[in-house]
T-cell receptor, first 117, second 114 residues
Framework: NAGVTQTPKFQVLKTGQSMTLQCAQD?????MYWYRQDPGMGLRLIYY???????DKGEVPNGYNVSRLNKREFSLRLESAAPSQTSVYFC????????????????FGDGTRLSIL | AQTVTQSQPEMSVQEAETVTLSCTYD???????LFWYKQPPSRQMILVIR??????QNATENRFSVNFQKAAKSFSLKISDSQLGDAAMYFC???????????FGKGTKLTVNP
């Protein structure tokens, strides 16, 4: 069972370069999320998608764009990478986006370590 | 906005003993859910336990249990019979009913000494 798969696992970019982080889930979940994790900061929500065709901003959306390509895939794009975006990025998914979606645990991928020089 | 506070950046425990990790949260909501996630050095985020605010009974999962004090807005995690494999970062998280936004604390690093 693959669960949530993120690619790549590691990436080094130069300032100003663009990059797309890929995420796919095989659990038939409607809701998908992107987080960033910085030392001493816990995880912070960047964007989320409650269902196919919808996306919404989280706590720290600036400098990022997302695409919910289909029910399985949710990508995160950095159009012009900045050193402040050096972080570990996690994708997650959870069960159908009904009112009670909040009580369903989120399942996480293994993360992407992104360094921007 | 909801906030989650973990006041212990680091904790240590001897193998086979019990340790309690603290978490407090701030919300005006009455319908919400609380979670503890474990992040070992492998970087995976693993769900440890969850609690529904409307339930008075504290959740338990094998050696893991919580002390949920709704009035005090406190949600501590107790690990009994600690094992070396319990060494990890532990994150407390909160979500309002009907929301998609999970709010995390900053984490507590747990060391288990043999």
């Amino acid at each position: 069972n693959a669960g949530v798969t993120q690619t790549p696992k590691f990436q080094v970019l130069k300032t100003g370069q663009s990059m797309t982080l890929q995420c796919a889930q095989d659990m038939n979940h409607n809701s998908m999320y992107w987080y960033r994790q910085d030392p001493g900061m816990g995880l912070r929500l960047i964007y989320y998608s409650a269902s196919e065709g919808t996306t919404d901003k989280g706590e720290v959306p600036n400098g990022y764009n997302v695409s919910r390509l289909n029910k399985r895939e949710f990508s995160l794009r950095l159009e012009s990478a900045a050193p402040s975006q050096t972080s570990v990025y996690f994708c997650a998914s959870s069960k159908p986006g009904t009112h009670q979606a909040s009580n369903q645990p989120q399942h996480f991928g293994d993360g992407t370590r992104l360094s921007i020089l | 906005a909801q906030t989650v506070t973990q006041s212990q950046p680091e904790m240590s425990v001897q193998e086979a003993e019990t340790v309690t990790l603290s978490c407090t949260y701030d919300t005006s909501e009455s319908d919400y859910y609380l979670f503890w996630y474990k992040q070992p050095p492998s970087r995976q985020m693993i769900l440890v336990i969850r609690q529904e605010a409307y339930k008075q009974q504290n959740a338990t999962e094998n050696r893991f249990s919580v002390n949920f004090q709704k009035a005090a807005k406190s949600f501590s995690l107790k690990i009994s019979d600690s094992q070396l494999g319990d060494a990890a970062m532990y994150f407390c998280a909160f979500i309002s009913g009907g929301s998609e936004k999970l709010v995390f604390g900053k984490g507590t690093k747990l060391t288990v000494n043999p």
